[in-house]
């Protein structure tokens, strides 16, 4: 999508606070697709670094594993399942070994992303159905009927996760421009909404799990009580990475973050042609 300011219209770049030139966005998060690429190729790359075993089974967990939610609060929920989508299928076609459901890996990623930027972007509740799904779909199977405390502590977790980073992000994304937003406050938000991402992919992939590796029931009911707290780890890190490019980016023209919905409303309140008295001669 090109966004293009009126040459023909004065004083438009102004009261919008636009540069001159034209600016070429993706849709819907209002960032260059080069961004995006970037942000894709980082994810890739992490999966080339050191992995992390996964507690109780016998897969593992890349770097890139903090990369993922990051791009839901940087890019929104569409960029930000693009960017995961892309650099997870990547990762998958040159680290193999961490593509622990096959071809459908890159899917984890991609509902972690879009989860996140949903909650970043003021749809939370969309984020919540996806993690209420993953409560269904649990108790399809008798394992997970079996070990119902899985998803009863887990679960949970994220749906109050949901709720929390909802609170914060409605309020950086209603702060005025005169006012900083608290690198505390920031951190909260990106904490919060990058563990209901974690959450919201889990609750498909731990159902692709049992089905095709049939884990058994007494499993499950240990990593109820290491999972929260894994993913609360990869969470942090994910914080940790986050805020400091949240806050340096768009000192530099990358709008990122509550920064691209800030430019957005901007654009939006820019009065068009109708809304502008006629000149008189």
């Known amino acids: 999508m090109r966004?293009?300011?009126?040459?023909?219209?004065?004083?438009?770049d102004a009261e919008a606070g636009l540069d001159d030139e034209q600016e070429t966005v993706f849709v819907g998060s209002g960032i260059h697709p080069a961004v995006i690429a970037v942000?894709?190729?980082?994810?890739?790359?992490?999966?080339?670094?050191?992995?992390?075993?996964?507690?109780?089974?016998?897969?593992?967990?890349?770097?890139?594993?903090?990369?993922?939610?990051?791009?839901?609060?940087?890019?929104?929920?569409?960029?930000g399942a693009v960017c995961a989508a892309v650099g997870s299928?990547?990762?998958?076609?040159?680290?193999?070994?961490?593509?622990?459901?096959?071809?459908?890996?890159?899917?984890?990623?991609?509902?972690?992303?879009?989860?996140?930027?949903?909650?970043?972007?003021?749809?939370?509740?969309?984020?919540?159905?996806?993690?209420?799904?993953?409560?269904?779909?649990?108790?399809?199977t008798p394992i997970g009927t079996d070990a119902a405390i899985f998803p009863f502590i887990f679960y949970t977790a994220g749906l109050l996760a949901t709720a929390a980073g909802a609170l914060v992000w409605r309020r950086l994304a209603t702060r005025t421009d005169s006012g900083a937003v608290p690198a505390a406050r920031m951190?909260?938000?990106?904490?919060?909404?990058?563990?209901?991402?974690?959450?919201?992919?889990?609750?498909?992939?731990?159902?692709?799990?049992?089905?095709l590796y049939d884990w058994p029931a007494t499993m499950w009911r240990g990593l109820a009580f290491v999972a929260p707290v894994e993913r609360a780890v990869f969470s942090l890190a994910a914080t940790l990475i986050g805020v400091p490019l949240l806050i340096a980016l768009p000192k530099i023209g990358v709008r990122v973050g509550t920064a691209a919905l800030h430019r957005t409303e901007s654009r939006a309140q820019v009065p068009g042609p109708e809304d502008r008295p006629e000149r008189t001669e």
């Open 187 to 211: 951190a909260t938000g990106v904490f919060f909404a990058a563990y209901a991402g974690f959450v919201s992919s889990a609750g498909i992939a731990n159902f692709a799990g049992i089905l």
């Open 39 to 79: 942000w894709a190729a980082i994810i890739a790359t992490g999966n080339l670094l050191p992995t992390i075993p996964i507690l109780g089974i016998s897969g593992t967990f890349t770097v890139s594993v903090a990369f993922v939610p990051l791009a839901g609060v940087l890019f929104g929920p569409v960029g």
């Open 3 to 12: 966004v293009n300011p009126s040459q023909n219209e004065p004083g438009l």
């Open 89 to 140: 299928f990547i990762a998958q076609l040159i680290a193999p070994h961490t593509a622990w459901l096959g071809p459908a890996t890159f899917l984890v990623g991609t509902i972690n992303a879009a989860a996140v930027g949903l909650i970043t972007r003021g749809r939370w509740y969309v984020t919540a159905a996806i993690i209420g799904g993953g409560y269904g779909l649990w108790f399809l």
